[in-house]
C-alpha cells in the first residue's frame, strides 16, 4: 500500500512522522468523523500540555489520549488547522490501533495518575506540618520564631 492514498494516508505513511521535526498524530473515531492525520509539529511547544505528551504519541493513534484528557471545545476547533487527511486504514487496522493505544494510554495516565498522588500527598505532609508548628509554637513557646524551610506557616 502506498503512503498516501486518494482517500487518505496510510498508517505506513503516519508512523513515518514521530519526532519533534515532523510530528502527525491519528485522532477521531467512529463518533466523530473517523480517524483523521493531524501535522502538530508546529504546535509542540505552544501545547499547553508540553511538547512531550504529543510526542509520546507521535506517528500513532493519539484519539485516546485525546479525549481521555477532557480538551476543550476551543482545543477542538484549533486541532482543525492541523489537519492533513483522512486515515486511509481497514476497520481490523482501527480497530488494533484503538487496542494499542489503550494500553499506552493507560501506561502513561498511570504515570499522571501517580504524579498527581504525590503533589496531593506533599500538600497534605506541609500542610499537616505547617499545622503542627503553629500548634507547637502557640503551646510551647509563645512568640518565639518558628523553622519553616517550606514557607507555608503564616500568622
Same mark, same amino acid.
Given at each position: 500500500?502506498?503512503?498516501?492514498?486518494?482517500?487518505?494516508?496510510?498508517?505506513?505513511?503516519?508512523?513515518?512522522?514521530?519526532?519533534?521535526?515532523?510530528?502527525?498524530?491519528?485522532?477521531?473515531?467512529?463518533?466523530?468523523?473517523?480517524?483523521?492525520?493531524?501535522?502538530? !509539529?508546529?504546535?509542540?511547544?505552544?501545547?499547553? &500540555? %508540553? =511538547?512531550?505528551?504529543? *510526542?509520546?504519541? #507521535?506517528?500513532?493513534?493519539?484519539?485516546?489520549?485525546?479525549?481521555?484528557?477532557?480538551?476543550?471545545?476551543?482545543?477542538?476547533?484549533?486541532?482543525?488547522?492541523?489537519?492533513?487527511?483522512?486515515?486511509?486504514?481497514?476497520?481490523?487496522?482501527?480497530?488494533?490501533?484503538?487496542?494499542?493505544? !489503550?494500553?499506552?494510554?493507560?501506561?502513561?495516565? &498511570? %504515570? =499522571?495518575?501517580?504524579? *498527581?498522588?504525590? #503533589?496531593?500527598?506533599?500538600?497534605?505532609?506541609?500542610?499537616?506540618?505547617?499545622?503542627?508548628?503553629?500548634?507547637?509554637?502557640?503551646?510551647?513557646?509563645?512568640?518565639?520564631?518558628?523553622?519553616?524551610?517550606?514557607?507555608?506557616?503564616?500568622?
Amino acid at each position: 500500500m502506498g503512503e498516501e492514498t486518494s482517500s487518505g494516508l496510510t498508517l505506513e505513511a503516519v508512523k513515518k512522522h514521530d519526532n519533534e521535526k515532523d510530528c502527525y498524530l491519528i485522532i477521531g473515531n467512529a463518533t466523530n468523523g473517523g480517524p483523521m492525520v493531524y501535522d502538530v !509539529t508546529n504546535y509542540l511547544d505552544d501545547h499547553p &500540555g %508540553g =511538547a512531550e505528551v504529543m *510526542l509520546e504519541v #507521535a506517528g500513532k493513534y493519539a484519539d485516546d489520549m485525546f479525549e481521555d484528557i477532557g480538551h476543550s471545545n476551543e482545543a477542538r476547533k484549533q486541532l482543525k488547522q492541523f489537519l492533513v487527511g483522512k486515515l486511509d486504514a481497514t476497520e481490523e487496522e482501527i480497530a488494533e490501533l484503538g487496542a494499542k493505544s !489503550t494500553t499506552i494510554a493507560g501506561a502513561g495516565s &498511570g %504515570g =499522571a495518575l501517580l504524579a *498527581l498522588l504525590i #503533589a496531593a500527598i506533599a500538600v497534605a505532609v506541609g500542610t499537616s506540618f505547617s499545622s503542627f508548628l503553629q500548634r507547637g509554637r502557640a503551646l510551647v513557646f509563645p512568640g518565639a520564631p518558628v523553622f519553616d524551610p517550606v514557607g507555608l506557616v503564616t500568622f
